[in-house]
């Protein structure tokens, strides 16, 4: 980042490489909406390319890129009613089963069940504790990396992830439960 605010544009442009699919991720697990995600993913990187003459390595690259999309999305979260995103995130997992030959309809069925109850386990987590829980398993980030990116202590931050394991667990548990009973 350093030598992208010197004026080296191929350093940005191994930044960017390195961190597109991971980031992009991020952003589509949080909220399951493909065209948003894009939205927010593209201006994270717009923000850093307005943030790069006055870059300060305070931290790593990815924990300010990763703060700077945390920032993104609580603030999208805020403005945002749960049950917009609830809604956006069941047609975005319908869409991505519809059509899927590859299993057969029993096969497929369980698949989607499962898929479903987690997802919706996971979208029934407090943002805190479901951010945490992406950050630390789709992205790979320790604890103390989540802590910066979320601007709390490494204490909260264990806890969130540990709250978040419990919450999932009981939760599919419960409700593969229900599932099966039906």
């Not at 789709?138 to 919450?167: P, Q, W």
Request: aromatic share 10%.
């Amino acid at each position: 980042m350093e030598c992208y605010a010197q004026g080296d544009t191929s350093a940005f442009e191994r930044l960017y490489l390195k961190h597109k699919g991971p980031l992009y991720r991020y952003f589509l697990r949080q909220i399951s909406d493909k065209q948003l995600a894009e939205d927010l993913y593209q201006e994270t990187w717009s923000r850093v390319i307005r943030a790069a003459a006055n870059y300060q390595p305070s931290a790593k690259f990815s924990t300010w890129l990763y703060r700077i999309a945390h920032n993104l999305l609580v603030d999208h979260v805020r403005a945002v009613k749960p049950v917009d995103l609830a809604c956006r995130e069941a047609s975005a997992l319908l869409d991505t089963f519809v059509g899927n030959e590859q299993y057969q309809p029993d096969v497929q069925w369980q698949v989607l069940q499962q898929s479903r109850l987690l997802k919706h386990c996971i979208n029934m987590l407090p943002q805190v504790q479901k951010e945490a829980f992406i950050l630390n398993i789709e992205m790979g980030f320790t604890a103390v990396v989540i802590s910066d990116i979320a601007g709390v202590t490494l204490e909260a931050t264990k806890s969130r992830i540990r709250y978040a394991y419990h919450s999932l667990k009981a939760c599919v548990s419960s409700k593969w439960q229900e599932t099966c009973d039906d």
